[in-house]
T-cell receptor
Framework: GQSLEQPSEVTAVEGAIVQINCTYQ??????LSWYQQHDGGAPTFLSY????GLEETGRFSSFLSRSDSYGYLLLQELQMKDSASYFC??????????FGAGTRLFVKA | DTGVSQDPRHKITKRGQNVTFRCDPI?????LYWYRQTLGQGPEFLTY????????KSRLLSDRFSAERPKGSFSTLEIQRTEQGDSAMYLC?????????????FGPGTRLTVL
């Protein structure tokens, strides 16, 4: 089967750094994406890693280790508006994208 | 607003009825996806189009579901003989066909409620 595992909830305080992990087991792998979704909204793209290493985009960074089937999203200088659900997603060898169940991030003042 | 639109935004129907949803992707995007999302879960892949060709369809999708993209532009998703378990948010996403580029732009979704 194909599966992505990520924590269901994470809580952090404003200004802090939080890391959301994702491990995957899929029949094929092209790359790992991260999406943010606020309540009632649609998912919005944050980052994509096809190769091992760290990708940085402003306050957000994403890391991939293909040998470990593992990646993470790092959010720095947390703001209240970062409270949302975060999904990792694998682009498989076909045309399919498999999403994890999501990590709900609560940012406290 | 990502530039992807979906219609209707909400649909309430009775069990056994047929429903059809429409997605208008970003005009230059040749790749289009349909997903289903239930509360507390991630989007579940349903089907994928490259231009007008449907290249991938989830094995989880029953024969009651069909999708088209007749001219490689807008797409429709039809559910026949709806069941209460079909109640969910149906999301459409599109993206460019550039190799190594994977950003999908999601529409606002159609929320289906089957009574």
């Amino acid at each position: 089967g194909q599966s992505l595992e990520q924590p269901s909830e994470v809580t952090a305080v404003e200004g802090a750094i939080v890391q959301i992990n994702c491990t995957y087991q899929t029949s094929g792998f092209y790359g790992l994406s991260w999406y943010q979704q606020h309540d009632g909204g649609a998912p919005t793209f944050l980052s994509y890693n096809a190769l091992d290493g760290l990708e940085e985009t402003g306050r957000f960074s994403s890391f991939l280790s293909r040998s470990d089937s593992y990646g993470y999203l790092l959010l720095q200088e947390l703001q209240m508006k970062d409270s949302a659900s975060y999904f990792c997603a694998v682009s498989t060898g076909g045309f399919k994208t498999i999403f994890g169940a999501g990590t709900r991030l609560f940012v406290k003042a | 607003d990502t530039g992807v639109s979906q219609d209707p935004r909400h649909k309430i129907t009775k069990r056994g009825q047929n429903v059809t949803f429409r997605c208008d992707p970003i005009s230059e995007h040749n790749r289009l996806y349909w997903y289903r999302q239930t509360l507390g879960q991630g989007p579940e892949f349903l089907t994928y189009f490259q231009n007008e060709a449907q290249l991938e369809k989830s094995r989880l999708l029953s024969d009651r579901f069909s999708a088209e993209r007749p001219k490689g532009s807008f797409s429709t998703l039809e559910i026949q003989r709806t069941e209460q378990g079909d109640s969910a948010m149906y999301l459409c996403a599109s993206r460019e066909g550039l190799a190594g580029y994977n950003e999908q732009f999601f529409g606002p979704g159609t929320r289906l409620t089957v009574l």
